[in-house]
């Protein structure tokens, strides 16, 4: 990267040869969650930022540089993030996968998280890619939480709380390699949706939204709706219409999507027909699950 000034720290289960520049320091933490591992780099590190970033993603090269400017503009900016795109360099099924979640049809008003798009304050934000001051942190508390995922919605509401901004801005960028379609991805999925259904009734100023129930809408839609055609005919009709329409959204979708991408031909069709089972399968992962985390008295990681 182009910043000089930073250092790594490595937060492993375990201590393992190696063989790093005097910049980087690895710090065993023992199989805990990663959101005790980065309260312990927290606690280590020298630095007035911390900024946070996964195992399976790297940084733009001004990925610091493009951060720091934002810091600087205003003290009331307590945390810088940006978006996690999926590398070129990816398989076709991890290609797949980062084109599901790049998907409006999936990730609706939060596809920021996944694509460049325009600047904004956000209230929550995933810690693949995620800048805060030091002090700040220290001062919330950090993650706390033995959460994960979700253990960053709860680190943005502390920071909500303390009278901060996050600003999500383009330049800070970061390349995040997905996991494959179809059981990894989904997989993912089914974590993603327990924990969100969970906090919509633990911490509701951040995740009581309204855009986070449509799967699970979709899911009693299509069950139910399946149930009372039999019943009542003029609702065949109408189930039939819904079913079809959603299907020409998906199918026109992951089309646009596939064939927007740089690969050849082949893989074209393969991506329309991995992201298009992606999408529905991401659904009905998601509204199924979300509904299980609204019904749960509390995490298995608690």
Same mark, same amino acid.
């Given at each position: 990267?182009?910043?000089?000034?930073?250092?790594?720290?490595?937060?492993?289960?375990?201590?393992?040869?190696?063989?790093?520049?005097?910049?980087?320091?690895? +710090?065993?933490?023992?199989?805990?969650?990663?959101? @005790?591992?980065?309260?312990?780099?927290?606690?280590?590190?020298?630095?007035? +930022?911390?900024?946070?970033?996964?195992?399976?993603?790297?940084?733009?090269?001004?990925?610091?540089?493009?951060?720091?400017?934002?810091?600087?503009?205003?003290?009331?900016?307590?945390c810088?993030? &940006?978006?996690?795109?999926?590398?070129?360099?990816?398989?076709?099924?991890?290609?797949?996968?980062?084109?599901?979640?790049?998907?409006?049809?999936?990730?609706?008003?939060?596809?920021?998280?996944?694509?460049?798009?325009?600047?904004?304050?956000?209230?929550?934000?995933?810690?693949?890619?995620?800048?805060?001051?030091?002090?700040?942190?220290?001062?919330?508390g950090?993650?706390?939480?033995?959460?994960?995922?979700?253990?960053?919605?709860?680190?943005?509401?502390?920071?909500?709380?303390?009278?901060?901004?996050?600003?999500?801005?383009?330049?800070?960028?970061?390349?995040?390699h997905?996991?494959?379609?179809?059981?990894?991805?989904?997989?993912?999925?089914?974590?993603?949706?327990?924990?969100?259904?969970?906090?919509?009734?633990?911490?509701?100023?951040?995740?009581?939204?309204?855009?986070?129930?449509?799967?699970?809408?979709?899911? +009693?839609?299509?069950?139910?709706?399946?149930?009372?055609?039999?019943?009542?005919?003029?609702?065949?009709?109408? @189930?039939?219409?819904?079913?079809?329409?959603?299907?020409?959204?998906?199918l026109?979708?992951?089309?646009?999507?596939a064939?927007?991408?740089?690969?050849?031909?082949?893989?074209?069709i393969?991506?329309?027909?991995?992201?298009?089972? &992606?999408?529905?399968?991401?659904?009905?992962?998601?509204?199924?699950?979300?509904?299980?985390?609204?019904?749960?008295?509390?995490?298995s990681?608690?």
């Amino acid at each position: 990267m182009d910043c000089k000034d930073y250092e790594v720290i490595i937060l492993p289960d375990k201590s393992f040869i190696h063989s790093f520049p005097s910049s980087v320091r690895v +710090i065993p933490t023992g199989e805990v969650t990663p959101p @005790y591992k980065r309260d312990i780099g927290a606690k280590k590190a020298k630095g007035e +930022i911390l900024a946070f970033i996964d195992d399976d993603a790297y940084p733009d090269r001004n990925w610091l540089n493009e951060a720091m400017k934002i810091f600087k503009e205003d003290s009331n900016i307590g945390c810088v993030c &940006g978006p996690a795109v999926t590398p070129s360099s990816d398989g076709i099924k991890e290609k797949a996968s980062g084109l599901v979640y790049s998907s409006f049809l999936v990730s609706g008003n939060h596809i920021y998280r996944y694509l460049p798009k325009k600047r904004r304050e956000s209230i929550d934000f995933p810690s693949c890619n995620f800048l805060v001051r030091k002090d700040l942190f220290l001062k919330v508390g950090g993650f706390e939480k033995p959460y994960w995922p979700g253990e960053d919605t709860f680190l943005c509401l502390k920071i909500l709380k303390a009278g901060k901004k996050i600003i999500y801005d383009p330049k800070v960028l970061v390349y995040h390699h997905r996991r494959p379609l179809f059981k990894v991805h989904l997989k993912q999925i089914r974590k993603y949706a327990l924990h969100r259904g969970y906090f919509v009734k633990k911490y509701p100023e951040n995740s009581l939204r309204i855009e986070y129930f449509f799967p699970s809408l979709f899911v +009693i839609g299509i069950m139910g709706g399946f149930f009372l055609s039999f019943y009542f005919t003029f609702l065949f009709s109408l @189930y039939i219409f819904f079913l079809s329409f959603y299907l020409f959204l998906v199918l026109t979708n992951s089309a646009i999507l596939a064939f927007r991408e740089k690969v050849n031909l082949v893989n074209k069709i393969k991506l329309f027909f991995l992201v298009s089972s &992606g999408i529905i399968l991401t659904h009905l992962f998601y509204g199924i699950y979300f509904i299980k985390g609204l019904l749960m008295q509390k995490m298995s990681e608690e």
